[in-house]
């Protein structure tokens, strides 16, 4: 499939996306986001594949929504369009995803970033919030999901004043789950998405579904979905495969059943 904005390959399991606008540093315009969701329901269709990385350039994973297609949009616009919305579908996505992100996660790009299950950071990674320098403020869900990862006082201040956070600051903060050198970024997401795809596929899905749960309930319900979750793995093949290959002392192969 040949797409205008972003480039894709599968490796083995997993799905490689690259944002492609260069000569934009990546910033997601309309095309570039019915390209990104089209390309991940592919994935999630295709059961080859286990996990999905996104990346792109070495300069900017992306520098925001695009500034110059958003500018002269009018209320009523953005209000029967429902602007913005079609890129929550990225947090919707069942299998895994991994954001690889080099250079500028800025505005909608990070809040992508954040969509993903968990971001590798290279250490030119910049991660902000500058929507405010533009009269506006995080609208894909920025406000929300960088103050349930970072907390309230450093998300208020990037969201009040645009500063951004370098790769160290993020991984400290817990916004990113670790820092590669950038020359092998891309190469340490497909490692690390191999590793999840070649996992039991049912089972990374329960699992990923069990985690978000954390964010979304009380821990007495989440420690409760955990439980009915954990004891449905009994009825697979995979967790019979998993622990009979264990005593035998060999390799797991799951059957994805
Ligand atoms: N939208 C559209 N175009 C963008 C863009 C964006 N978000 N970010 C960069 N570009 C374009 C620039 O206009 C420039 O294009 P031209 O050469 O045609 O002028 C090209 O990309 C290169 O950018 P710069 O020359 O600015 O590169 P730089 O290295 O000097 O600076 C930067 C890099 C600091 C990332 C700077 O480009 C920048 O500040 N970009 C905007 C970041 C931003 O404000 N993002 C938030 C967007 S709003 C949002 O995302 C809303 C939301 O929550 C959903």
């Not at 934009?24 to 390309?39: F, R």
Request: hydrophobic share 45%; net charge negative.
């Amino acid at each position: 499939m040949t797409y205008e904005t972003i480039l894709t390959e599968t490796r083995g399991k997993v799905g490689l996306v690259t944002l492609n606008r260069p000569q934009a540093l990546n910033a997601l315009n309309s095309t570039l986001v019915a390209e990104l969701n089209e390309a991940l329901d592919g994935y999630e269709r295709d059961p080859g594949i286990g996990c999905v990385v996104i990346t792109g350039s070495e300069k900017a994973f992306a520098a925001g929504a695009d500034i110059k297609e958003m500018s002269g949009l009018s209320y009523p616009q953005t209000y029967l369009d429902d602007f913005i919305t079609a890129w929550d579908k990225v947090a919707a996505r069942r299998k895994p995803i991994v954001a690889a992100v080099s250079g500028f996660a800025l505005g909608g790009g990070c809040e992508l970033a954040m969509m993903c299950d968990f971001i590798l950071a290279s250490d030119t990674a910049k991660f902000g919030q500058p929507e405010i320098k533009l009269g506006v403020m995080p609208g894909a869900g920025g406000t929300q999901r960088l103050t349930r990862i970072v907390g309230k006082a450093k998300a208020m201040e990037m969201c009040l004043t645009g500063r951004m956070m370098d790769a160290a600051e993020a991984e400290r903060s817990g916004l990113v789950s670790r820092i590669v050198p950038a020359d092998q970024l891309v190469d340490e997401a497909l490692k690390v998405a191999a590793t999840i795809a070649d996992m039991s596929l049912p089972i990374a899905l329960m699992t990923k579904e069990s985690v978000n749960r954390a964010y979304e309930t009380t821990l007495a319900e989440g420690i409760r979905f955990e439980r009915r979750v954990f004891h449905a793995m009994f009825a697979t093949a995979d967790q019979k495969e998993g622990m009979q290959a264990f005593v035998e002392k060999r390799p797991a192969k799951f059957a994805n059943e």
